[in-house]
């Protein structure tokens, strides 16, 4: 079976077992674990309207999983192996994309988990700034903004998730006088934080489509 899983829906398909797993040892109505379990896997087959015979199948695993935190190990390790991994761009297409930055920070690949990477963000800390890059109909497209070195707990424009939260200052689409808008949003500082908590691609391209600037 080839990898089918792309690294949101790993996100979704983690809470749901965790979800099936952690109400059998707090739950003692079975029908009450029954229902959870039901709309668990009902939440999962939802992200996937076309799998396979094979890939339901290893979908559905959840469903015969007890109290055992071994066994949810086990189970995720398994999907997480189906998962599609960020594809890593070249050096000359980051710098392609951001052709206007001066000495561009080169992420270090080799130290990121890209099966957890729906987009991929990293921070220079030295000149305040934050990069995002994701694909667009297979295209890479990137955004640079400042960030701001202040971390607070609020909730995250991209993901939606309850994070660290800092400003992050990017110019966005034109004003009616032509001037660029300066968009402030408050995401994840970390966008590993981000990526392993997000579950739609809906919040993460409304996101882009707000603050991307117009070419």
């Avoid at 998962?83 to 710098?95: T, Y």
Wanted: hydrophobic letters at 35%; one cysteine or more.
């Amino acid at each position: 079976m080839t990898k089918f899983i792309k690294p949101y829906q790993y996100n979704i398909i983690e809470e749901q077992a965790i979800t099936i797993t952690t109400s059998q040892r707090s739950v003692n109505d079975t029908q009450t674990v029954a229902t959870l379990k039901a709309l668990a896997i009902e939440k999962i087959m939802a992200e996937f309207p076309e799998a396979t015979a094979e890939q339901k199948e290893l979908l559905k695993e959840p469903l015969n999983l007890g109290k055992a935190q071994r066994d949810l190990e086990r189970y995720l390790m398994k999907v997480k192996t189906y998962v599609i991994p960020f594809k890593v761009p070249s050096d000359k297409g980051l710098q392609k994309v951001f052709a206007k930055t001066k000495k561009l920070s080169i992420p270090k690949w080799e130290e990121v988990d890209l099966a957890h990477q729906t987009f991929y963000g990293w921070n220079d800390s030295g000149k305040q700034r934050k990069y995002l890059i994701s694909y667009q109909d297979d295209k890479l497209v990137g955004l640079e903004g400042t960030l701001s070195p202040d971390v607070k707990k609020g909730i995250c424009a991209i993901c939606h998730g309850t994070s660290g939260v800092s400003l992050f200052m990017a110019k966005g689409k034109v004003s009616k006088e032509g001037n660029y808008l300066t968009k402030g949003n408050y995401i994840c500082h970390n966008s590993d934080t981000c990526n392993r908590q997000l579950q739609s691609l809906d919040e993460l391209a409304r996101f882009l489509k707000i603050v991307t600037p117009k070419k």
